[in-house]
């Protein structure tokens, strides 16, 4: 791609979000020369959109570049000849996702954005638009780029995969994260972290740490069993049993609690429910303050408050990887992509999160080859559950659905299987045209 002048369009354009993206392309400047930025959103979204929309102008016009933020709910109209569409909507906005947290609760069961029958009615929801955005991008410009960082990520990147022609990589924070967390409790910077993972999008383990290339996994383990944590924003932060992190002997990243440490976390959602709302409620008001913020016509920077959010890095690591695709850099990235033999245990397929050498072409991960069994069951039933999940979004199909929650780890029976869906079909029943 030698194109001077790209046009970047993101989705979801209304998203608090926002100016970390805005600062990642005013930083890359240099190396990213980014001339067009299509803030998209919908109807419902558009005062958001107007908001952050005019603090990434006043953003832009402070660097002094010559980049044009242009605002619109005409989304055909921003895709076409676009060179990079971003991802980053919610489809029911936060109304949605605070009912995916609090109704599986009612069951015992973990309430949670993307983990289980939460992340589950996400997919069911976001699936079908992903694939409309993705018609629109076949047509219109057909050699862009997609890069998501919609949630349930994994599942998503995954049908877009599946069902259509569209290049596209899917984008988490978690390993970053990951790589800050060891940085911090080794009390070294970030930059001389490494670390090999492997699994699937909020599945996923370091098997290897490395400090300035020397393997260094067992004493950061060590560390995990004395009690140092990487802390999430927006997941509890449970010690690890210490004879369990030891014999694991890698590093879980931290939705694997909800699985590990299962009994805690259920318990814990269901009282932080009655007493302040599940994390839907808490990241609504912390929306509705930095919306506040954004309102103000002095602001021309991303404010620090954005780092409240558990997404942030998000963008960043977004811009760095069009960057990565726009230069041919390649450079390793941790992404989502298709396993295509990387995990030789995992069909051809399906999507993974691993280690990727990004160039013009795309992501191609690194090989694994075969997975610990410690780890390896886990990763199936949860590919397993994500294939049937990926299904039945597409194809709106009740059996692949019951059939999806049922076999989830997290969810005890097919009978609170049959009647979480039932709820999550009639609660969503405005967003799921496929099940009609
Ligand atoms: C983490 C996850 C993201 C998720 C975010 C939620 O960073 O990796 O996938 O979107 O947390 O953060 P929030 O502030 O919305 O709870």
Redesign the pocket.
């Known amino acids: 791609m030698s194109k001077k002048g790209l046009k970047i369009v993101t989705i979801g354009g209304g998203s608090s979000y926002t100016p970390e993206l805005i600062e990642g392309f005013i930083k890359r400047y240099d190396e990213l020369p980014v001339k067009d930025i299509y803030l998209v959103d919908v109807e419902e979204g558009k005062e958001k959109l107007e908001i952050v929309g005019n603090l990434a102008k006043r953003m832009v016009e402070k660097s002094g570049l010559d980049i044009n933020i242009h605002l619109t709910l005409d989304r055909r109209e921003a895709i076409k000849d676009a060179d990079f569409v971003t991802t980053q909507f919610r489809v029911g906005q936060l109304d949605a996702r605070i009912k995916d947290e609090s109704l599986p609760l009612k069951y015992g069961v973990i309430g949670q954005?993307?983990t289980g029958p939460g992340g589950f009615a996400k997919g069911l929801r976001t699936i079908p638009v992903i694939l409309d955005i993705c018609k629109d991008i076949e047509e219109l410009c057909p050699n862009a780029w997609l890069i998501n960082f919609t949630?349930p990520?994994g599942m998503v990147t995954e049908a877009v995969a599946k069902y259509t022609k569209v290049k596209n990589i899917g984008l988490?924070?978690?390993p970053i994260?990951m790589r800050s967390g060891a940085a911090k409790i080794m009390d070294v910077s970030l930059d001389r972290i490494s670390m090999d993972y492997v699994g699937l999008n909020?599945l996923v383990w370091a098997t290897n740490v490395y400090l300035d290339g020397k393997n260094i996994t067992a004493e950061v383990v060590e560390k995990m069993a004395q009690g140092s944590s990487m802390s999430?924003?927006?997941i509890s932060n449970y010690p690890w049993e210490p004879e369990f992190i030891r014999s694991l002997g890698m590093v879980p990243c931290g939705y694997l609690r909800y699985y590990y440490q299962m009994d805690k976390m259920v318990e814990e959602a269901i009282s932080d429910s009655k007493e302040k709302g599940t994390?839907g409620v808490v990241?609504k008001k912390?929306e509705e303050e930095l919306f506040e913020l954004y309102k103000d016509k002095d602001l021309d920077i991303k404010p620090p408050q954005l780092e409240?959010?558990?997404?942030?890095h998000?963008s960043d690591a977004a811009c760095s990887l069009i960057s990565s695709i726009y230069n041919n850099k390649k450079d390793i990235q941790t992404v989502n992509t298709v396993n295509n033999g990387a995990i030789s245990d995992l069909p051809d397929n399906v999507v993974i999160e691993a280690n990727c050498v990004i160039d013009k072409y795309g992501a191609h991960p690194i090989n694994i080859g075969h997975i610990s069994p410690k780890i390896r069951g886990l990763i199936h039933v949860v590919k397993s559950y994500e294939e049937l999940a990926i299904e039945a979004a597409v194809h709106g199909d009740y059996h692949s659905a019951l059939q999806a929650l049922t076999v989830h780890p997290l969810v005890p029976s097919s009978a609170v299987a049959k009647k979480i869906l039932d709820e999550i079909l009639e609660q969503n029943k405005d967003y799921l045209p496929q099940f009609k």
């Open positions: 954005e993307t949630n990520s988490c924070n978690v994260g909020h999430m924003k927006n994390r990241v912390v409240q959010r558990g997404g942030a998000y």
